[in-house]
Nanobody
Framework: QVQLVESGGGLVQAGGSLRLSCAASGRSFSSYYMGWFRQAPGKEREFVAAVSSSGSRTIYADSVKGRFSISRDNAKNTLYLQMNSLKSEDTAVYYC?????????????????WGQGTQVTVSS
């Protein structure tokens, strides 16, 4: 069984930074692509960023490109999301997720394990 636990959320002013972490249980963390999604109140969950199993390839939603950076430490079974130049529209619950063996990087349906989420609130 895989467990994903996010941390690092909080309240920050617009223009500020936060770093989210996701601690994964299990021995197969390094074999899977991982991603971050977010869900704002009244909106559907949306893709934010994803990283390949080795960490060598990344992909971002257009809305966060140039501001957010996804990375992973396979030795620590941990996924990160560095968020800079935060905007009020980044306010959401952020979820860490594991993609299945095959699937689209950005399709929510192709991710099989999810964390409980961490709240990020950006005040303007």
């Amino acid at each position: 069984q895989v467990q994903l636990v996010e941390s690092g959320g909080g309240l920050v002013q617009a223009g500020g930074s936060l770093r989210l972490s996701c601690a994964a249980s299990g021995r197969s963390f390094s074999s899977y692509y991982m991603g971050w999604f977010r869900q704002a109140p009244g909106k559907e969950r949306e893709f934010v960023a994803a990283v390949s199993s080795s960490g060598s390839r990344t992909i971002y939603a257009d809305s966060v490109k140039g501001r957010f950076s996804i990375s992973r430490d396979n030795a620590k079974n941990t996924l990160y999301l560095q968020m800079n130049s935060l905007k009020s529209e980044d306010t959401a619950v952020y979820y860490c997720s594991r993609r299945g063996i095959r699937g689209d990087w950005q399709k929510l349906e192709d991710y099989d394990y999810w964390g409980q989420g961490t709240q990020v609130t950006v005040s303007s």
